[in-house]
C-alpha cells in the first residue's frame, strides 16, 4: 500500500503541474517517469516503454502523414469554396465551416486544420463584415468534434486503444468510434447553428495593432547630439539592445528612413533612432550615452510608407513550437527568423515592458515587423502561424496525387485489419519516397514535446497497476456508485474525464483514467469498452476554457476571446454531450 501511496502523491503532483502549466508538460512527463524508477515502482523496461508504445510511433507517424496531406493544399482549396456555399448566412455559415474541419480533422491533425483555417476565417469575416470571434469558435469545436470520428482523429483514440491492447482486450478499429462521433458531430453542429449562435461574442478585432498590443507607450525616438560617444561605431558592438532592453526599428537620416538597421549600421551625428523600450531605460540611455529623447507623437509616416518593402503582422505561436520556454532575447529573435518581435498578447492580455525577456508560450501572439518576404516565410515556418491568408506556392499535381493515395491507402488498410501502427509507418515512408515531403521535412513535422510527454507519462499507467492504485481507485468509485444502472457508470466516468481535460492535456486524461475503466469493468464482470468510450470521448469534449485544448488555444488571442467565452458557449454543449454520452454509449457498447 506504500507504493500505492507514493504513486497517489506522484500523479497529484504531476495533475496540478499539468493544470498550472509552471513547467513544461513533457519536462514533467519525464520526471515522473525517472522518480518511478528510481523508487523501484516500475521496472526500467516498464518506464522505457512508452517510446516503443504503438500509439506514441503511430502518432509520430500521423504527423508525418499530416505534413504530407497538407501539402496538397487541400484544406485551404475546400476553404476557398465555403465563402460562396454560404451566401451570406453567417449561420450558414459557422455550419459549413464546423463541418468541414470536422471532416477534415477526421484525417488530419487537428491543430494542422485549424492553423490553415484561421487565416481563411479572417479572410471571410473581413469580405462578410462580421467579427471574426463568431467564425473561430466554431472552427475550433468543429475540429475537436471531427477528431472523434476516426481512430486517427486524435491521439487520445490512438492511446487509449494502446492501453485497452496491453491489458489484453482488443484495439479498437479504425471507425470503431464513428457510431457515436456522427451523433456528438450533430448535435454540435445543431446547437452551433441555434443556442451557441446566440451566445457567441460579438467582439471586434483593434484596428490599431499598436493601440491593440499597448505599445505606442514604448514607442520613442532619440536623436544623436553632435558631441555623442556614439557617432561613427556600429549598433551591433555597442550591444545596446541587452544593456538597456531596446529595439531599434528605424534610423531617419539626411531626410530618408533606414528601415530595421542591421547590426553593421553606423550611427551618425543628428540621426533620429525609432526604438521600442521602457521609459525609465530610454532615460538612463539618454544620461549614460548623450542621447535626446524626442517626444513621439505618432508613428513616423516612413516607417510603413514603403509598403514594398516592410510590413507588419500578428503571429501565434503553434502549439507544436520547438521555441516554447525560450524567451525572444534568448532566440536572437530578429537574427533568427528577419524580422523585429515588437509585442505580445497573451491570454487576451498584453505583455507589457520587458516582454523580450517572457518564456514564450503556445498560443502567444507576437506583433511582428520586417521585410514582407521574410514575414512570407513565417507562414512556412511550423513555429508560427501567421494571421495574413497567404496563397500556398502551387503544388506539383504528382506530389498532391500521391499524398493523396498514401493517405488513402493507410486509411484502407487500417480498415481491412492491418495494425494502425504498420500502415501509418508505411504511409509516413511512402510520403518521404514519393517526394512530397523531405526526410528533414519529415523530421521537422514531428511534435517532440508531444512524444516526449507521452511516451513519460504511460509510465503512471504501469505505476498504477503495479502499485494496486489503479485498483483502489476503481474500488472507491465503484463503492460510491454501488448499486447503479449502466447508464450512470457509464457517465460518472465521461464527468471525471471531461472535468480533468479542461484543466490538462487530455493524453494525460485518458492515461490516469482508462487503467481505472479496466479495472472498474474487471471487478464487476463488465464489458470495459463503454467505459473506455466515455473517457476517450470526455478527453477530447474540451469546450469550456480556452485551455483544454491545443486548438481553442490557438485562436484564444486570434478572436479576441475572453476566458468566460469559452465556459460560457462550451458549457452548454459539455452538458449536452455528457446527457448524449449516459443513453447513447450503452446503447452502443452495452456494460453488462
Known amino acids: 500500500m506504500i507504493e500505492g501511496l507514493a504513486v497517489l502523491v506522484i500523479l497529484i503532483a504531476a495533475l496540478v503541474a499539468f493544470a498550472t502549466e509552471r513547467i513544461r508538460i513533457d519536462l514533467v512527463a519525464l520526471g515522473v517517469m525517472v522518480l518511478l524508477m528510481v523508487l523501484g515502482i516500475v521496472t526500467p523496461k516498464e518506464g522505457l516503454s512508452g517510446f516503443s508504445n504503438p500509439a506514441t510511433v503511430t502518432i509520430a507517424a500521423m504527423f508525418v502523414l499530416s505534413a504530407g496531406l497538407q501539402r496538397t493544399n487541400l484544406p485551404t482549396l475546400v476553404g476557398t469554396r465555403i465563402v460562396s456555399l454560404a451566401n451570406e448566412s453567417e449561420g450558414r455559415l459557422i455550419v459549413l465551416l464546423m463541418l468541414t474541419t470536422a471532416l477534415l480533422s477526421a484525417f488530419i491533425l487537428n491543430t494542422a486544420v485549424v ?83 446566440k451566445l457567441l461574442p460579438n467582439r471586434p478585432i483593434e484596428s490599431d495593432l499598436l493601440d491593440k498590443y499597448h505599445i505606442r507607450e514604448y514607442l520613442s525616438q532619440i536623436e544623436v547630439r553632435p558631441n555623442s560617444p556614439l557617432i561613427g561605431k556600429k549598433l551591433g558592438d555597442l550591444n545596446l539592445g541587452k544593456r ?6 528605424d534610423i531617419l537620416r539626411d531626410g530618408r528612413t533606414i528601415l530595421l538597421p542591421g547590426a553593421s549600421r553606423h550611427i551618425r551625428a543628428n540621426d533620429i533612432i525609432l526604438v521600442r523600450g521602457p521609459l525609465d531605460k530610454l532615460l538612463e540611455l539618454q544620461k549614460i550615452e548623450g542621447l535626446e529623447i524626442v517626444p513621439l507623437n505618432k508613428l513616423p509616416e516612413e516607417f510603413l510608407s514603403k509598403g514594398d518593402e516592410l510590413g507588419m503582422a500578428e503571429v501565434v505561436v503553434a502549439p507544436q513550437a520547438s521555441i516554447m520556454g525560450f524567451t525572444i532575447k534568448e532566440l536572437n529573435f530578429r537574427q533568427r527568423f528577419g524580422v523585429v518581435a515588437i509585442g505580445m498578447l497573451r491570454r487576451g492580455m498584453s505583455i507589457i515592458g520587458k516582454f523580450t525577456h517572457e518564456p514564450i508560450m503556445a498560443g502567444d501572439m507576437l506583433l511582428v515587423v520586417g521585410e514582407r518576404k521574410n514575414l512570407a516565410k513565417l507562414s512556412n ?106 447508464w450512470l457508470i457509464v457517465g460518472t466516468f465521461y464527468l471525471l474525464s471531461m472535468l480533468l481535460t479542461e484543466t490538462m492535456s487530455n493524453q494525460a486524461t485518458a ?71 449516459t443513453i447513447f454509449i450503452p446503447m452502443i457498447w452495452p456494460l453488462f
Open 115 to 197: 492553423a490553415v483555417f484561421i487565416p481563411i476565417a479572417l479572410r471571410i469575416a473581413n469580405e462578410m463584415k462580421i467579427s471574426p470571434s463568431r467564425l473561430l469558435m466554431p472552427i475550433s469545436f468543429g475540429a475537436i468534434l471531427g477528431g472523434t470520428l476516426t481512430l486517427i482523429g486524435t491521439s487520445t483514440n490512438l492511446l487509449v486503444s494502446s492501453i485497452a491492447a496491453q491489458s489484453g482486450l482488443e484495439p479498437f478499429s479504425f471507425f470503431a468510434f464513428a457510431p457515436f462521433g456522427i451523433i456528438t458531430l450533430a448535435a454540435g453542429l445543431l446547437y452551433m447553428a441555434t443556442i451557441g449562435r
Open 244 to 249: 538597456y532592453d531596446i529595439t531599434f526599428l
Open 511 to 581: 492515461v490516469v483514467l482508462a487503467p481505472l475503466a479496466i479495472s472498474a469493468a474487471d471487478m464487476m464482470g463488465a464489458n470495459p469498452t463503454p467505459l473506455l468510450m466515455a473517457i476517450t470521448f470526455a478527453a477530447s469534449a474540451s469546450f469550456m476554457t480556452p485551455v483544454g485544448y491545443q486548438t481553442n488555444t490557438m485562436i484564444y488571442n486570434t478572436g479576441n476571446y475572453r476566458f468566460l467565452d469559452f465556459t460560457k458557449v462550451g458549457t452548454p454543449l459539455n452538458i449536452l454531450l455528457l446527457i448524449l454520452a
Open 381 to 486: 515556418n511550423p513555429d508560427f502561424l501567421l494571421l495574413v491568408d497567404v496563397p500556398m506556392p502551387a503544388v506539383r499535381s504528382t506530389k498532391a496525387f500521391w499524398a493523396l493515395a498514401i493517405m488513402a491507402g493507410v486509411v484502407i488498410a487500417a480498415i481491412l485489419g492491418a495494425p494502425i501502427v504498420v500502415s501509418a509507418l508505411a504511409g509516413s515512408l511512402m510520403m518521404i519516397v514519393t517526394r512530397v515531403l523531405t526526410l528533414d521535412d519529415a523530421y521537422h513535422a514531428l511534435d517532440k514535446r508531444v512524444l516526449v510527454m507521452l511516451a513519460g507519462i504511460l509510465s503512471l499507467e504501469a505505476a498504477m497497476e503495479n502499485s494496486g492504485l489503479a485498483q483502489w481507485l476503481s474500488e472507491s468509485i465503484l463503492y460510491l456508485l454501488d448499486p447503479a444502472p449502466a
